[in-house]
């Protein structure tokens, strides 16, 4: 009654005696060597030139888009910084929220404003400005809250019934 826990596991199979474990070393010189990384050489100054005819990188390219998109938020954000009313909405199977004012709900719930994802936050566009968005980038999430059916029958006026006999 007096055998440890890592005893009884032994004599029932369920754990290896320590002999029979290799010890770390083994599994050390076991392991493939990793790989070492070679250090890229540093491109000479002279061999980037600045003529139109070459053509530019892709990642050169993806940040200039980048920019033209941040330039283009910059430009075009509707978010107030004293908003207080939060807005759910609906983002792939998650809800997320962002803070609004009261007209900006309003502008939201009519589908006169979108949601915009750059860099990790949620900004607020007119809704034609979100879709040059979109052509700028097609990769990019753009949120349009449509509204509701209901809703928009409560804008238009409502036909006259015929009367009831």
Avoid: W
């Amino acid at each position: 009654m007096t055998e440890s826990l890592r005893e009884q596991l032994i004599k029932a199979g369920l754990a290896k005696p320590h002999a029979d474990l290799p010890s770390t070393e083994a599994r050390r010189r076991g392991r493939p060597q990793q790989k070492q990384h070679k250090a890229r050489p540093a491109a000479p100054l002279a061999s980037i030139s600045s003529s139109a005819t070459e053509p530019v990188s892709p990642p050169v390219l993806v940040r200039a888009d980048k920019a033209q998109l941040r330039e283009f938020i910059a430009k075009h954000r509707c978010n107030d910084p004293n908003a207080e009313i939060a807005f759910y909405f609906q983002q792939g199977d998650k809800i997320k929220h962002l803070y609004v004012t009261a007209e900006q709900q309003q502008a939201l719930a009519h589908g006169e404003l979108a949601i915009a994802l750059l860099d990790g936050r949620r900004n607020l566009l007119p809704r034609e400005q979100a879709k040059q968005f979109l052509a700028m980038d097609p990769a990019r999430i753009v949120i349009f809250i449509e509204p509701a059916a209901d809703e928009m029958s409560n804008l238009q006026e409502p036909s006259p019934s015929p009367p009831v006999d």
